[in-house]
T-cell receptor
Framework: AQKITQTQPGMFVQEKEAVTLDCTYD???????LFWYKQPSSGEMIFLIY??????QNATEGRYSLNFQKARKSANLVISASQLGDSAMYFC??????????????FGQGTTLQVKP | EPEVTQTPSHQVTQMGQEVILRCVPI?????FYWYRQILGQKVEFLVS????????KSEIFDDQFSVERPDGSNFTLKIRSTKLEDSAMYFC?????????????FGPGTRLTVL
């Protein structure tokens, strides 16, 4: 069965520093997608970044980058130059393999990030 | 920029009552989902919907739950007889034609409180 693990329930980072949020996953299918979402205190889910299992390069979106280590089955989110507005819950999620699937997302438990001024 | 919308933003109901949560997915999307998040916990998949039928449902999605796409734009989740444990944030999501690549766009959620 597929599984997403986020082992850091809470993290602190100083404003303007970089932070890495850990995510490991487990799947036996070679084709999958990995996502990171941000959930601020207001509750909405904001898409941050996507990495496909066949992508050759690590995904980047502005200050967000995904450190994808396929052999280790890890997909860590790196936020560079943290801002106060980055304080939120962050979820790692995996989409089921493409073949014969519905595309549902399986989420990790989340990591609460607090950015200190 | 197109977005998924959900109404109401907050619904309070008495145990045993029926509730309908409404969603308007992004107009050219083909795949629709409901997820829920109990306060402080992770987001859990409930059901996926494609081509006017349920494509997959989780064990949470029992006979008390149903989904509909009544008019080609709205996507609804009905809970027939609410229980206290149904209190949660319910998210609707939709994705485009290329499910391999496109992310799921989430709505802002409906917070359901069952008293």
């Amino acid at each position: 069965a597929q599984k997403i693990t986020q082992t850091q329930p809470g993290m602190f980072v100083q404003e303007k520093e970089a932070v890495t949020l850990d995510c490991t996953y487990d799947t036996s299918d070679p084709s999958y997608g990995l996502f990171w979402y941000k959930q601020p205190s207001s509750g909405e889910m904001i898409f941050l970044i996507y990495q496909g299992s066949y992508d050759q390069q690590n995904a980047t979106e502005g200050r967000y980058s995904l450190n994808f280590q396929k052999a280790r089955k890890s997909a860590n989110l790196v936020i560079s130059a943290s801002q106060l507005g980055d304080s939120a819950m962050y979820f790692c999620a995996m989409r089921e393999p493409y073949s014969g699937n519905t595309g549902k997302l399986i989420f990790g438990q989340g990591t609460t990030l607090q950015v200190k001024p | 920029e197109p977005e998924v919308t959900q109404t109401p933003s907050h619904q309070v109901t008495q145990m045993g009552q029926e509730v309908i949560l409404r969603c308007v997915p992004i107009s050219n999307h083909l795949y629709f989902y409901w997820y829920r998040q109990i306060l402080g916990q992770k987001v859990e998949f409930l059901v996926s919907f494609y081509n006017n039928e349920i494509s997959e449902k989780s064990e949470i999605f029992d006979d008390q739950f149903s989904v509909e796409r009544p008019d080609g734009s709205n996507f609804t989740l009905k809970i027939r007889s609410t229980k206290l444990e149904d209190s949660a944030m319910y998210f609707c999501a939709s994705s485009g034609e290329d499910r391999v690549v496109y992310e799921q766009f989430f709505g802002p959620g409906t917070r359901l409180t069952v008293l």
